[in-house]
């Protein structure tokens, strides 16, 4: 059962209905990204997940889904949030933990938003997506609609290591190089998907990616004892997840799961793409599309963002940051947690352990408090592009 009332813009507030297909907000002025409300008066116990299944669809009232049957699920969530106690010692740190979404089928968190996506795009009839990816993303689209029977159209930048193509094709999806970045690709999908009939699950361009990123803060919080830790440091691209984080912090509260404290969230960045850490740093509301942008870590090669404004307002309201880290200092970081945890981190994850480091050292954060990173992939599928 679901507690899904209807969807709201984040940005004007322009109610819509359930039960249609929806992008993004369709007020000409706005176009922003539209969030799912829940209507929570029947409530839900803390003590009713006990015994649920181990994976995302525990906190089931509070995804979308209308029918249990529309849900595709392989299996995502309720990964690991493992105590660092070898990673900590490098730098005088008790409680680091990690909370290892490497884990998640497909390798990577992305199965969270498309596992969501691809189970509503099945409940209101769609049967072609279309994805603007840097990799993982595409991954799990495909492997989603394989299990659901649906095509995958699947657009990545060209130079994206070969085993996130080869993995695609082997789901069945249609894969196409683009030689430019995701905003490239996404410029793709949005000029063809009318003519083809493709339902754009770009992120945030679509309403219930997010829904299955904020599990994450649902599971932090039940792994936890219901107690947030003091921070979280985030690898952003398009900021889907630190987003879907602070909207179930928000929820949980509502629901009388946890209290008003806030864990202060950290948006890491590559400094050849950190566009979120530029207009944090000048008190802008939206970020600028960031020039020639690179690093190795392709998730967070995303130039701008359609959710930039509401990761700014996660990191102001919690009093948190943005910080770039460079690409020799992310595989710095991949070779620490590999070699204190033996958990072969993506650069993305990578980043976080970096980030870190900086944040102690200019004592942003201080070494007593609880801190989660987020691994958010495997180093598997990057091989190719590590030193
Ligand atoms: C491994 C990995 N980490 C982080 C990100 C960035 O995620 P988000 O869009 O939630 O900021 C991506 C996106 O492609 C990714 O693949
Ligand atoms: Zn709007």
Not at 28 to 46: E, H, M, T
């Amino acid at each position: 059962m679901t507690y899904f009332s209807h969807l709201e813009c984040s940005h004007c507030g322009t109610r819509y209905e359930k039960g249609v297909l929806l992008n993004l907000c369709t007020n000409p002025k706005c176009r922003l990204p539209l969030f799912a409300v829940y209507d929570i008066s029947r409530g839900i116990s803390r003590d009713s997940l006990v015994g649920r299944i181990q994976s995302m669809w525990r906190y089931r009232e509070m995804t979308p889904v209308e029918d249990d049957e529309n849900i595709v699920s392989l299996g995502e969530g309720m990964t690991p949030l493992l105590h660092a106690k070898r990673l900590g010692e490098l730098i005088g740190c008790p409680s680091i933990l990690i909370k290892d979404e490497s884990l998640c089928p497909t390798g990577s968190f992305k199965a969270r938003g498309l596992a969501m996506a691809v189970s509503m795009a099945r409940q209101l009839g769609v049967s072609k997506c279309a994805i603007p990816t840097a990799g993982n993303a595409g991954g799990a689209l495909s492997a989603y609609c394989a299990k659901a029977g649906m095509e995958a159209y699947v657009f990545m930048p060209r130079d994206t290591p070969d085993i996130f193509r080869i993995e695609c094709e082997y789901y069945g999806a249609h894969v196409t190089l683009v030689d430019g970045l995701i905003t490239d690709c996404g410029k793709i999908v949005q000029e063809r998907k009318d003519d083809e009939g493709w339902f754009d699950v770009s992120t945030l361009k679509e309403p219930y990616r997010v829904e299955g990123k904020k599990t994450m803060g649902y599971e932090i919080a039940e792994q936890s004892g219901w107690r947030l830790p003091d921070v979280i440091v985030y690898p952003t691209g398009g900021g889907t997840g630190m987003i879907g984080m602070w909207k179930a912090f928000e929820e949980m509260e509502r629901l009388g799961w946890i209290d008003s404290r806030r864990p202060r969230m950290i948006a890491v960045q590559a400094s050849g793409c950190a566009p979120i850490v530029k207009a944090w740093q000048n008190g802008d509301e939206f970020s600028e599309p960031f020039p020639n942008a690179q690093t190795l870590a392709s998730g967070l090669r995303v130039p701008r963002a359609v959710g930039d404004f509401l990761v700014l307002q996660a990191i102001r309201e919690s009093d948190g940051r943005a910080i770039a880290v460079s690409d020799e200092e992310i595989v710095e970081g991949v070779r620490d947690i590999a070699r204190a945890e033996g958990i072969f981190a993506a650069p993305e994850g990578g980043a976080t352990f970096a980030a870190l480091r900086n944040l102690l050292e200019a004592g942003n954060v201080s070494p007593k408090e609880t801190m989660v990173l987020f691994n958010t992939g495997t180093a598997y599928k990057y091989v190719q592009n590590l030193p």
